[in-house]
């Protein structure tokens, strides 16, 4: 199955920082571009992150510019979303996904990635 697991989330205080992983049990998450989405409640699920398998590019969300990042360890097979300055507008569920071609954008749209993971939870609040 090639099927995506999320892991990191949590209960967080304002200005806190969590690291998101995103694994992939049973392929090798390199050869594809990854993104990272968020859905909070009664809300549309939105682009977060993403990066390019092609040539390494990184794209965020302006949301999320400048207190995000995303990485890759190949060694763990692992793509990491680091957050850092968090807000409670913050608080969604936080997916994974793979991109259907080995390059992404900004744009983040829905019907670009592929194989997706259950999500994980994450809480920004006093």
């Known amino acids: 199955q090639e099927q995506l697991v999320e892991s990191g989330g949590g209960l967080v205080q304002p200005g806190g920082s969590l690291r998101l992983s995103c694994a992939a049990p049973?392929?090798?998450?390199?050869?594809?571009?990854i993104g990272w989405f968020r859905e909070a409640p009664r809300k549309e699920r939105e682009g977060v992150s993403c990066?390019?398998?092609?040539?390494?590019?990184?794209y965020y969300a302006d949301s999320v510019k400048g207190r995000f990042t995303i990485s890759r360890d190949k060694a763990k097979n692992t793509v990491y979303l680091q957050m850092n300055s968090l807000k409670p507008e913050d608080t969604a569920v936080y997916y994974c996904?793979?991109?259907?071609?080995?390059?992404?954008?900004?744009?983040?749209?829905?019907?670009?990635?592929?194989?997706w993971g259950q999500g994980t939870q994450v809480t920004v609040s006093s």
């Open positions: 996904a793979t991109h259907l071609r080995d390059q992404c954008s900004g744009n983040f749209y829905l019907r670009d990635f592929g194989s």
């Open positions: 049973e392929f090798t998450l390199d050869y594809y571009a």
């Open positions: 990066v390019s398998s092609y040539d390494g590019s990184t």
